[in-house]
Protein backbone atom coordinates (compact mmCIF):
# COMPACT_ATOMS: atom_id res chain seq x y z
CA UNK A 1 0.00 0.00 0.00
CA UNK A 2 1.38 3.24 -0.77
CA UNK A 3 -0.18 7.23 -0.29
CA UNK A 4 -0.80 9.72 2.16
CA UNK A 5 -1.70 8.17 5.31
CA UNK A 6 -4.54 10.34 5.92
CA UNK A 7 -6.01 8.90 3.31
CA UNK A 8 -8.38 6.55 1.90
CA UNK A 9 -6.47 4.05 -0.40
CA UNK A 10 -4.67 7.23 -1.50
CA UNK A 11 -7.17 9.54 -2.34
CA UNK A 12 -8.82 12.73 -0.12
CA UNK A 13 -10.89 10.86 2.54
CA UNK A 14 -13.87 13.49 2.04
CA UNK A 15 -15.68 11.78 -0.84
CA UNK A 16 -15.02 8.05 -0.07
CA UNK A 17 -16.23 8.31 3.69
CA UNK A 18 -19.42 10.30 2.08
CA UNK A 19 -20.15 7.69 -0.46
CA UNK A 20 -19.76 4.95 2.34
CA UNK A 21 -21.84 6.85 4.73
CA UNK A 22 -24.76 8.02 2.25
CA UNK A 23 -24.40 5.26 -0.55
CA UNK A 24 -24.45 7.98 -3.09
CA UNK A 25 -21.10 9.38 -5.35
CA UNK A 26 -21.38 12.94 -5.08
CA UNK A 27 -18.05 14.05 -7.13
CA UNK A 28 -14.99 12.41 -8.37
CA UNK A 29 -12.32 10.89 -6.21
CA UNK A 30 -9.40 13.12 -5.77
CA UNK A 31 -6.20 12.46 -4.76
CA UNK A 32 -4.31 13.02 -1.39
CA UNK A 33 -1.75 15.43 -1.64
CA UNK A 34 0.06 14.48 1.92
CA UNK A 35 3.57 12.91 2.21
CA UNK A 36 2.88 9.18 0.41
CA UNK A 37 4.00 6.43 2.64
CA UNK A 38 5.05 2.75 1.77
CA UNK A 39 4.01 0.30 3.91
CA UNK A 40 4.46 -3.25 3.34
CA UNK A 41 5.83 -6.65 4.10
CA UNK A 42 9.34 -8.30 3.30
CA UNK A 43 9.29 -12.05 3.36
CA UNK A 44 12.33 -14.29 2.68
CA UNK A 45 12.33 -17.60 1.30
CA UNK A 46 13.92 -20.73 1.18
CA UNK A 47 14.68 -21.76 -2.55
CA UNK A 48 14.35 -25.62 -1.97
CA UNK A 49 11.03 -25.31 0.13
CA UNK A 50 9.51 -22.00 -0.89
CA UNK A 51 8.65 -21.36 2.33
CA UNK A 52 9.17 -18.06 4.46
CA UNK A 53 12.08 -18.32 6.46
CA UNK A 54 11.96 -14.60 7.68
CA UNK A 55 8.76 -11.84 7.71
CA UNK A 56 9.09 -8.51 8.58
CA UNK A 57 7.65 -4.99 8.46
CA UNK A 58 8.54 -2.42 5.95
CA UNK A 59 7.28 1.50 6.40
CA UNK A 60 9.05 4.18 4.11
CA UNK A 61 8.72 7.48 4.06
CA UNK A 62 5.45 10.14 5.34
CA UNK A 63 3.95 10.15 9.09
CA UNK A 64 4.87 7.01 10.59
CA UNK A 65 8.03 6.08 12.31
CA UNK A 66 10.42 4.05 9.18
CA UNK A 67 11.30 0.29 9.66
CA UNK A 68 13.48 -1.82 7.54
CA UNK A 69 13.59 -5.44 7.76
CA UNK A 70 17.18 -6.20 9.66
CA UNK A 71 17.61 -9.06 7.22
CA UNK A 72 18.01 -5.85 3.60
CA UNK A 73 21.10 -5.20 5.65
Known sequence: MTGD???VIGMD???PLMRFLRKISGARFEPAMGAATLCGLAVETD???GLA??????RLGGRLEETQPTFWR
Open 13 to 15: KEE
Open 53 to 58: QRIAAV
Open 47 to 49: DAT
Open 5 to 7: YNS
